[in-house]
């Protein structure tokens, strides 16, 4: 589901709106392995990775709202973590407006496109999605859900999540990116100092669809 999710479109009604974002950056968490939340086992804040697949599980990460999907079996969930802007016939530009708006640069000036979605806490705020009103619900097709316009990546990149402590499982190759949109996502796998076959690989076109 982790690369399955590459190049859909998250869609958030807001107000009369829709914030249209296409998914580039995700990060695949399993039950079993010392990285996930679910690994630390079943809270009342955690309860979302419990419930059945395509559940939403919302959290605060380092003060802002953070989206994971439910997958695969209990414990098993899919972070999003960066998306891009979409403007189509759906999402007009008043919809990116409504994005720059509410996801505006520390100076109080309008994010770069290609910056506004650059992370997980910032993909929540420039698409409305707050903790409160989404964690433990189900993609709703009035509100929120992931659209299919057919847009496929062409080479996704498989590499090491971001900001896995030291000693829980750091190494897996867990997180996916579309090669197209590097630069964009939360830091580029394809850094000057990062090696191809060290440091990330890119997935051979069976993998892509079925990992």
């Given amino acids: 589901m982790a690369v399955g999710l590459l ?75 960066s998306a891009y802007p979409v403007t189509d016939d759906v999402s007009g530009p008043e919809s990116l407006a409504a994005m720059l708006r509410l996801n505006p640069a520390r100076n109080g000036q309008p994010r770069a496109p290609e910056k506004l979605c650059a992370g997980q806490t910032l993909l929540c705020r420039a698409l409305g999605l707050k903790v409160p009103e989404w964690n433990a619900q189900t993609l709703d097709a009035s509100r929120l859900f992931i659209d299919d316009d057919g847009y496929r990546p062409d080479n996704i990149i498989r590499t090491t999540r971001l900001g896995i402590p030291s000693g829980r499982d750091e190494h897996l190759p867990y997180r996916f990116v579309d090669s197209a949109y590097a630069s964009c996502c939360t830091r580029s796998p394809l850094g000057r100092s990062r090696l191809e076959g060290e440091h990330y690989h890119y997935l051979d076109t069976d993998q892509q669809w079925r990992t």
Avoid at 27 to 43: F, I, P, Q
Avoid at 49 to 68: Q, V, W
């Fill in 7 to 81: 190049g859909k479109i998250i869609r958030h009604k807001v107000v009369d709106l829709w914030l249209s974002a296409r998914i580039i950056e995700t990060e695949a968490y399993m039950l079993n392995e010392r990285g996930s939340h679910a690994s630390l086992g079943l809270t009342p804040s955690r309860r979302a990775l419990f419930m059945e697949g395509g559940t939403i599980y919302m959290y605060y990460a380092r003060g802002g709202d953070s989206l994971n999907i439910g997958a695969a079996g209990p414990g098993n969930s899919v972070l999003i973590k």
